[in-house]
């Protein structure tokens, strides 16, 4: 599946939704997420940011925003291709996302409290950007 295309986004949110283990570890989670990767032109020309919509163990939406889009965002984790890319072939995500690499911003501390929500949401990324 093509990456930063509205078909991915909605795979995202279905793998989300179709696990029950995710929605057991996010049971409690109440914010929007964007996973935002920064471009270097190795494989993307422009950003993309990827909005979910987490609230409570589901994703109730997933989109790509435009560039300058505007969205209520509670929590957005942004690095270079690159430090994405290392992170789905396999590098230990916990000593990536702790390497300064990894830029998260808004409510970090919240964000930390679901770990295992986390690693879902890199599980899934590991199985959309395979081509990587």
Known sequence: ????????ADEFSRC????????NSA???EGPLVLEFVAESARLQTDVRL???????????????ENGEEAQIDYT???PESMWAALIVGDDPTRLLMSG?????????????????AGFII??????????
């Open 51 to 65: 909005w979910l919509d987490l609230w409570l163990g589901k994703c109730r939406s997933a989109k790509l925003l």
């Open 27 to 29: 049971k409690t989670w």
């Open 77 to 79: 984790i942004s690095a």
């Open 101 to 117: 690499k990894f830029k998260i911003s808004d409510n970090t501390g919240k964000l930390m409290r679901f770990p295992l929500a």
């Open 1 to 8: 599946m093509e990456f930063a295309t509205q078909a991915c």
């Open 16 to 23: 989300l939704n179709d696990n029950p283990n995710y929605e």
């Open 123 to 132: 599980k899934y990324l590991e199985r959309l950007l395979a081509e990587w």
